[in-house]
Structure formats: structure tokens, C-alpha cells
């Protein structure tokens, strides 16, 4: 009796001892069980499994975007794509330091397979805090301060990451270089952030070793940084040096002000920041700490134990300078530094852009392309030469081109369109090409996916969105049940986007009427027909034919009293209600950036395709008032109007 007795309490804590496994296995169940498959030890997402992040950050501020830009570009290119198969779940301290141990505390009781904690303060906070997850780490000049671990190699069980400890000698001499004579730099910073005691420390030793002397202010909040940069600029000072100092960086407009007002040269760490205001930038790239940071975290995400990676120091060393502030103030940058400050400059690298057809989409992705080639500094007829061709919309004299472009070397092939993309990539393979309006480049025979795609080939795409459009056009005309487009059958990306444009109608209910038109003459007669068929809205979308024609459906439109809606911006100002655009300019702005990543030695191949970073709302008010339709206020605020 008494066995049984013993034998049936074994069973009880033996069932407990299960509830209380089961009760925690979200928490305890590690990333090589989660999701569908098994995952495996390496850099590669596995196919079929949703890896989840929790992301952690002091505040939103420009060198932190452009971080996680790298970090995301990077977990792309390893096949994690955020909001598919990775999700992100981010907060933030709201610049705040007593905000940092809470949101880690709320971080680590997150159903997430990996954390990553940004900033040394943020670094710090959260190996005090997280003890359910692992970790990687990023974004942080003394990581060893916050308490990860003794050395690079041997570190805390849950945690690795990269470092980044700022040029701070090589800061402190493109001063002494730049402003000859200078004897008292100052420097800013809250005494309770570890990494800038010890870039403050650092800088220190050095300037006693080249006879300067380091003045320093310590501020506890952002509401001290003003009147402590105003009382540098009374100490005689020749120059502010300001690190990444978190406090700092959050009141950067309140120290720019200041030596503004003082005409005192300052000189960041935090190269981003040059644009703001800054002299020059003496730093680090975070888009590439951002990048190179992606592996270590693909494989923690896929079940490494954090405590075999070693931590590793990732400095991609920047010069960026304001030449506009210095000509101002009659600074004369040392020729060293303006060579450093732009490696593609002197290069007389030879560009090709070719367009279809003459349109608003093509015209607005030249202009986006010139001006951003400017804004890296490279001067045409210095630095490149561009040709540009057009074909006018004719396929033979397109093949033409494609056969003289294939015939001459050139640095990187520009094409805006999907005809001009189709055809020149069916010529040339042994040149990058890249290009800037590209609807659906999978559907285009592009690539398998945005990641898996030609080798030779990257670029922009500018899919329109049809959601939202179909959204606004509903809120604005309530009970509207059909919808109607002309496509043109011969250009993939247009029969792409009737398809999306017929599906997301559907889904909200809506029927769709399509016409199909092959030429310039056809593109009226098209419209009347879709006006005859009782239509209550077009609701036109964007391809090369039709864009080029876009007036004359307009007419139809007014002929017929139906209302207008548009995916190019410029249709509104010819008479369209309302546009919901991508921005063709910032595609083309957007192409220049990734030839750039090119030319710097980056393949093609191995860059994503990646949608247009920037949509527009317009509304044409004449044209509300005409139809007699009321476009929400909501997309009117958004909106650029047209009066």
C-alpha cells in the first residue's frame, strides 16, 4: 500500500513537473523548433519558417535608420525578409534612459527568437534585463563598458554582436589639418553614457600627445546641451567635436544653432549628420556596421548558441564633408580629404540610360537619376558621361539600341521601363544593368524573386499601389461598384497591373472593366468603349502606352462626366480627382544608389530588386468640384493639392 502511495506522488509531481514544461515552452523552446521546418545551423533562411526580432532602440534618429536600412538589406540578401518570413516587433526608449530597462523587460517576455539591443546605454540595460533570449548586438562603440563580457572572445553565454569604436585619432587630426593653428577642441556628452567617457578618454590622451587640449562639458539631459555647447564656444575653443553620444545626437539641432550663431567649425562622428549641419564627418558608415551585422544575427535566428560567435569590430571608416558650409566660411579642405570624402570621383565612369518611350514616368526617373548623381558629388563631363537613348515607342528602333548599347563597354547600363529592361537584358551579359521602373521584375523573367534573380541585373520596382487606390476611390464615391482601365496587352508590367488592379478590386467588392489597346490611335476608342459599358470611375493604370496618352482617356473621362483616378502624379494636373503615385523621380534617385553600391564592387546579383521608397498622394480640387465628389480630408491633409 505504501508503494502505491509513493508510486501514485511520482505520478502527481511527474504531471505537474509536464504542466509546468508545457506552461513555458514559449519561452523555452529555442528557434530550431519553431515554425514548419527544422532550421539549420548558417547564415540561409530555411524556406518555410517565419523567424521573429525584437529590436530595440534609445530613440529614432538618422544614424539609427540608416542602420537598420543595412541590417534589413543585409537580412534580405540572406533570404530573411522583413514583414514575410522575418517579423519584426521594434521599440523604443523615446530618448529617455530610465525608459531603457523596461521596454528590454518587456522585450525579453516577447514571443521572439532573437533580441537586438542598439547603443552601449541600450546594451547595457538589456544584459542587466534579458534572460529568456539570446542576443546580438549592434550599433555600439564599447560594448566590453556595458558589460557584455571581459574580452571580444570571451563574453556573456547570450549575447555577441559587432562593435564599432569611432577614428577618433584620425578625428582629432583632420581638425588640427583643416583649421591650421588649433590648439582647444571641445567636446561634448553625458558623463553617465559609458561609450562616451571612453571616446572622451581616448580623445584626451591623444590631443595631450599632439599639444591640444580636449575641453569637455558633460550634460545629464537633452535640456543642458544648449546652454552647455554656448558656454564651449566662450572658452576659446578653436573647434566642437561631438561622438555618438545618445544625449547629444538627440539635441544635434540645438549644437548645430549654437556654433552656427559662433561660426564655429564642428566635426562629427556620425557622418549622417553632416547634412544637418555639420562641418564634416569623420566615422563610421552605420548603413554598412547595419550590414555586416545581418550574419550574426541570421545565425543566432537559425539556432547558433550566441556564446560560440565572437564578438568583432566593424569600423567602414567615412569622410563626408559639407563643402557648402565650408565655402561659406572660408574653410579650405586639405586635398587629402577631398579625395577620401568621394571614391568615385575622377573615375570618368560611362553611363547609359534608355527609356521606351517619351513619358512623365521617364522624364521624372531621368531628372531623379541626374540630381542624385549629383548629390554623390559626381560632375558629368568630370566624373561620367551619360548617353541617353530613346526608342519613341517603336520595337524596332528599340532592338537597334539594345544593339548599339551591347556594342560599347560601359560602367553601368541605366533602362527605365520593362520593354527597354526585357530588351536589353536579352543582349548584354557581361554589364551591370540597372534599372529605375520596372512594375513586376519577376513577371518581367527578371528573376525567380526579388532575391534570386539574373546576376548581371538589379533595380527599382515601381508596382503601383492598387489598394490604397481602390480604397480612396470608394471612401470617395460610397456604393461605386464598377471600375474600369485600359491596358495594353504587348507590355508585361501592364498586363501585370491590370491583373493586381482586377484582384484588389474583387477583394473590395468591385468590378472591373479592362479594354485593351495597342497603339497610340487605339488608346480613345479604348476609353469610350470602357465609358459606354457603365462605368462609374477609370481608375487608370500606368504603363508606357497609356501614360504617353494619358490626356486623351482624360477627355473621354470629362466627355462622359466619369470621374478620373490616377497612379501618375502628373495626370492630376490634367485632370485627374485624385493620383496615388510612386514617385518615378526617387525610383530613378533610388537606381543611382544601388549603381553606386555597384561600383563600389558589389555585384549586381547579390543586391535585392526593392520597391520605390516613396508613394504621393495629390488631389485636384477643380476637378472634386466638377465631378461633385468629396475626397476624404484624411488623403487631403497627405495630399499635394493642385488649386
Given at each position: 500500500m505504501k508503494i502505491k502511495k509513493v508510486l501514485n506522488a511520482l505520478l502527481a509531481l511527474l504531471a505537474i513537473a509536464g504542466i509546468l514544461l508545457l506552461s513555458d515552452l514559449g519561452n523555452?523552446?529555442?528557434?530550431?523548433?519553431?515554425?514548419?521546418?527544422?532550421?539549420?545551423?548558417?547564415?540561409?533562411?530555411?524556406?518555410?519558417?517565419?523567424?521573429?526580432?525584437?529590436?530595440?532602440?534609445?530613440?529614432?534618429?538618422?544614424?539609427?535608420e540608416m542602420m537598420v536600412t543595412g541590417l534589413w538589406k543585409g537580412m534580405e540578401e540572406l533570404g530573411f525578409v522583413k514583414d514575410s518570413n522575418l517579423i519584426v516587433i521594434a521599440q523604443h526608449a523615446n530618448g529617455e534612459m530610465a525608459n531603457l530597462q523596461p521596454i528590454h523587460l518587456n522585450m525579453d517576455n516577447q514571443d521572439v527568437d532573437v533580441i537586438v539591443p542598439t547603443s552601449t546605454p541600450g546594451i547595457s540595460a538589456a544584459v542587466a534585463t534579458v534572460k529568456k533570449h539570446p542576443m546580438v548586438f549592434t550599433m555600439s562603440y564599447t560594448p566590453l563598458e556595458a558589460g557584455v563580457g571581459e574580452s571580444f572572445t570571451k563574453h556573456r553565454p547570450n549575447i555577441t554582436g559587432v562593435a564599432s569604436f569611432p577614428p577618433v585619432e584620425k578625428t582629432i587630426d583632420f581638425i588640427r589639418e583643416t583649421i591650421p593653428g588649433t590648439k582647444r577642441i571641445g567636446t561634448l556628452y553625458n558623463s553617465s553614457e559609458a561609450n562616451s567617457r571612453k571616446v572622451a578618454e581616448v580623445g584626451k590622451a591623444y590631443c595631450e600627445k599632439t599639444g591640444i587640449e580636449l575641453v569637455e562639458s558633460t550634460v545629464i539631459n537633452t535640456s543642458e546641451v544648449y546652454q552647455a555647447t554656448s558656454a564651449l564656444c566662450m572658452r576659446n575653443i578653436d573647434a566642437i567635436w561631438i561622438s555618438g553620444d545618445n544625449t547629444a545626437i538627440q539635441a544635434f539641432h540645438a549644437i548645430v544653432k549654437v556654433c552656427n550663431d559662433n561660426k564655429m567649425p564642428l566635426v562629427v562622428n556620425d557622418v549622417e549628420f553632416v547634412d544637418n549641419g555639420a562641418l564634416a564627418g569623420v566615422g563610421i558608415s552605420w548603413y554598412n556596421t547595419g550590414h555586416f551585422?545581418?550574419?550574426?544575427?541570421?545565425?543566432?535566428?537559425?539556432?547558433?548558441?550566441?556564446?560560440?560567435?565572437?564578438?568583432?569590430?566593424?569600423?567602414?571608416?567615412?569622410?563626408?564633408?559639407?563643402?557648402?558650409l565650408a565655402e561659406k566660411w572660408g574653410i579650405q579642405f586639405p586635398e587629402k580629404y577631398l579625395a577620401k570624402s568621394n571614391p568615385l570621383k575622377g573615375n570618368n565612369y560611362k553611363f547609359s540610360l534608355t527609356h521606351y518611350v517619351d513619358s512623365p514616368n521617364s522624364e521624372d526617373a531621368e531628372h531623379g537619376l541626374r540630381e542624385e548623381l549629383k548629390r554623390n558629388g559626381l560632375v558629368e563631363?568630370?566624373?561620367?558621361?551619360?548617353?541617353?537613348?530613346?526608342?519613341?515607342?517603336?520595337?524596332?528602333t528599340m532592338n537597334s539600341i539594345a544593339d548599339a548599347v551591347s556594342a560599347e563597354k560601359w560602367d553601368i547600363v541605366f533602362v527605365t521601363s520593362t520593354p527597354t529592361t526585357q530588351t536589353l537584358v536579352?543582349?548584354?551579359?557581361?554589364?551591370?544593368?540597372?534599372?529605375?521602373?520596372?512594375?513586376?521584375?519577376?513577371?518581367?523573367?527578371?528573376?525567380?524573386?526579388?532575391?534570386?534573380?539574373?546576376?548581371?541585373?538589379?533595380?527599382?520596382?515601381?508596382?503601383?499601389?492598387f489598394k490604397s487606390l481602390i480604397e480612396l476611390v470608394k471612401e470617395s464615391m460610397p456604393g461605386i461598384k464598377t471600375i474600369?482601365?485600359?491596358?495594353?496587352?504587348?507590355?508585361?508590367?501592364?498586363?501585370?497591373?491590370k491583373e493586381r488592379l482586377q484582384q484588389e478590386a474583387k477583394n473590395a467588392g468591385l468590378r472591373l472593366i479592362a479594354v485593351p489597346a495597342n497603339s497610340a490611335t487605339e488608346v480613345a476608342d479604348a476609353a469610350l468603349s470602357i465609358a459606354n459599358r457603365g462605368i462609374?470611375?477609370?481608375?487608370?493604370?500606368?504603363?508606357?502606352?497609356?501614360?504617353?496618352?494619358?490626356?486623351?482617356?482624360i477627355k473621354v473621362a470629362y466627355d462622359n462626366h466619369i470621374p478620373y483616378f490616377a497612379f501618375i502624379e502628373k495626370q492630376v494636373e490634367q485632370g485627374a480627382v485624385a493620383a496615388i503615385s510612386?514617385?518615378?523621380?526617387?525610383?530613378?534617385?533610388?537606381?543611382?544608389?544601388?549603381?553606386?553600391?555597384?561600383?563600389?564592387?558589389?555585384?549586381p546579383g547579390s543586391i535585392p530588386y526593392r520597391y520605390v521608397g516613396k508613394s504621393i498622394v495629390t488631389v485636384n480640387r477643380d476637378a472634386m468640384d466638377y465631378f461633385n465628389i468629396k475626397v476624404p480630408e484624411k488623403y487631403i491633409s497627405e495630399a499635394v493639392n493642385n488649386e
Amino acid at each position: 500500500m505504501k508503494i502505491k502511495k509513493v508510486l501514485n506522488a511520482l505520478l502527481a509531481l511527474l504531471a505537474i513537473a509536464g504542466i509546468l514544461l508545457l506552461s513555458d515552452l514559449g519561452n523555452r523552446i529555442g528557434p530550431e523548433k519553431r515554425g514548419t521546418k527544422t532550421r539549420k545551423a548558417g547564415t540561409k533562411a530555411v524556406e518555410g519558417i517565419t523567424y521573429k526580432l525584437g529590436l530595440t532602440y534609445f530613440a529614432p534618429e538618422e544614424a539609427f535608420e540608416m542602420m537598420v536600412t543595412g541590417l534589413w538589406k543585409g537580412m534580405e540578401e540572406l533570404g530573411f525578409v522583413k514583414d514575410s518570413n522575418l517579423i519584426v516587433i521594434a521599440q523604443h526608449a523615446n530618448g529617455e534612459m530610465a525608459n531603457l530597462q523596461p521596454i528590454h523587460l518587456n522585450m525579453d517576455n516577447q514571443d521572439v527568437d532573437v533580441i537586438v539591443p542598439t547603443s552601449t546605454p541600450g546594451i547595457s540595460a538589456a544584459v542587466a534585463t534579458v534572460k529568456k533570449h539570446p542576443m546580438v548586438f549592434t550599433m555600439s562603440y564599447t560594448p566590453l563598458e556595458a558589460g557584455v563580457g571581459e574580452s571580444f572572445t570571451k563574453h556573456r553565454p547570450n549575447i555577441t554582436g559587432v562593435a564599432s569604436f569611432p577614428p577618433v585619432e584620425k578625428t582629432i587630426d583632420f581638425i588640427r589639418e583643416t583649421i591650421p593653428g588649433t590648439k582647444r577642441i571641445g567636446t561634448l556628452y553625458n558623463s553617465s553614457e559609458a561609450n562616451s567617457r571612453k571616446v572622451a578618454e581616448v580623445g584626451k590622451a591623444y590631443c595631450e600627445k599632439t599639444g591640444i587640449e580636449l575641453v569637455e562639458s558633460t550634460v545629464i539631459n537633452t535640456s543642458e546641451v544648449y546652454q552647455a555647447t554656448s558656454a564651449l564656444c566662450m572658452r576659446n575653443i578653436d573647434a566642437i567635436w561631438i561622438s555618438g553620444d545618445n544625449t547629444a545626437i538627440q539635441a544635434f539641432h540645438a549644437i548645430v544653432k549654437v556654433c552656427n550663431d559662433n561660426k564655429m567649425p564642428l566635426v562629427v562622428n556620425d557622418v549622417e549628420f553632416v547634412d544637418n549641419g555639420a562641418l564634416a564627418g569623420v566615422g563610421i558608415s552605420w548603413y554598412n556596421t547595419g550590414h555586416f551585422t545581418a550574419p550574426f544575427v541570421a545565425r543566432v535566428l537559425n539556432g547558433e548558441n550566441p556564446k560560440n560567435i565572437p564578438i568583432e569590430n566593424y569600423v567602414d571608416e567615412l569622410i563626408v564633408l559639407n563643402t557648402g558650409l565650408a565655402e561659406k566660411w572660408g574653410i579650405q579642405f586639405p586635398e587629402k580629404y577631398l579625395a577620401k570624402s568621394n571614391p568615385l570621383k575622377g573615375n570618368n565612369y560611362k553611363f547609359s540610360l534608355t527609356h521606351y518611350v517619351d513619358s512623365p514616368n521617364s522624364e521624372d526617373a531621368e531628372h531623379g537619376l541626374r540630381e542624385e548623381l549629383k548629390r554623390n558629388g559626381l560632375v558629368e563631363g568630370k566624373d561620367y558621361t551619360l548617353k541617353v537613348f530613346n526608342a519613341q515607342g517603336d520595337v524596332s528602333t528599340m532592338n537597334s539600341i539594345a544593339d548599339a548599347v551591347s556594342a560599347e563597354k560601359w560602367d553601368i547600363v541605366f533602362v527605365t521601363s520593362t520593354p527597354t529592361t526585357q530588351t536589353l537584358v536579352n543582349k548584354i551579359k557581361n554589364m551591370p544593368i540597372v534599372f529605375a521602373n520596372v512594375g513586376d521584375p519577376v513577371k518581367a523573367g527578371l528573376g525567380i524573386s526579388f532575391t534570386d534573380h539574373l546576376s548581371h541585373v538589379t533595380g527599382i520596382s515601381t508596382m503601383s499601389d492598387f489598394k490604397s487606390l481602390i480604397e480612396l476611390v470608394k471612401e470617395s464615391m460610397p456604393g461605386i461598384k464598377t471600375i474600369g482601365t485600359v491596358y495594353t496587352p504587348g507590355e508585361v508590367n501592364s498586363v501585370a497591373y491590370k491583373e493586381r488592379l482586377q484582384q484588389e478590386a474583387k477583394n473590395a467588392g468591385l468590378r472591373l472593366i479592362a479594354v485593351p489597346a495597342n497603339s497610340a490611335t487605339e488608346v480613345a476608342d479604348a476609353a469610350l468603349s470602357i465609358a459606354n459599358r457603365g462605368i462609374e470611375a477609370f481608375t487608370q493604370i500606368s504603363d508606357n502606352l497609356t501614360a504617353s496618352c494619358g490626356s486623351s482617356i482624360i477627355k473621354v473621362a470629362y466627355d462622359n462626366h466619369i470621374p478620373y483616378f490616377a497612379f501618375i502624379e502628373k495626370q492630376v494636373e490634367q485632370g485627374a480627382v485624385a493620383a496615388i503615385s510612386r514617385d518615378y523621380y526617387n525610383a530613378g534617385a533610388d537606381a543611382v544608389d544601388m549603381a553606386i553600391e555597384v561600383l563600389k564592387g558589389k555585384s549586381p546579383g547579390s543586391i535585392p530588386y526593392r520597391y520605390v521608397g516613396k508613394s504621393i498622394v495629390t488631389v485636384n480640387r477643380d476637378a472634386m468640384d466638377y465631378f461633385n465628389i468629396k475626397v476624404p480630408e484624411k488623403y487631403i491633409s497627405e495630399a499635394v493639392n493642385n488649386e
